[in-house]
């Protein structure tokens, strides 16, 4: 089996257990987790279409740049949570949705 195909069946059930986990959850930190899962199986996109195709490394980059905004994207939400829960007491992601005015 060519090494490339490994790595994209890997994304791609790491991409399939994120949104699984964006879609069946009502917690919004397991939300928060499935966002990182389906960040996290781009990365490994942009890597191994990097390593197979291309003698640059741009695809390194893009994924540090991923990382980077998923460490800001999780540090915003987290604030945002514990703001709800502070004046909910919950972090259901239902009742989260009593917020839109």
Known sequence: MNHLVVYLIV????????????????????????VELILNSANINFVAFTKFSATTLDGHIVAIFVIIAAAAEAAVALAIVLNIYNNYKTINVDDAASLRG
Do not use: D, Q, T
């Open 11 to 34: 994304s791609a059930i790491l991409f399939a257990l994120g949104l699984l986990a964006v879609v069946s959850r009502r917690n919004a930190i397991a939300v928060l987790m499935g």
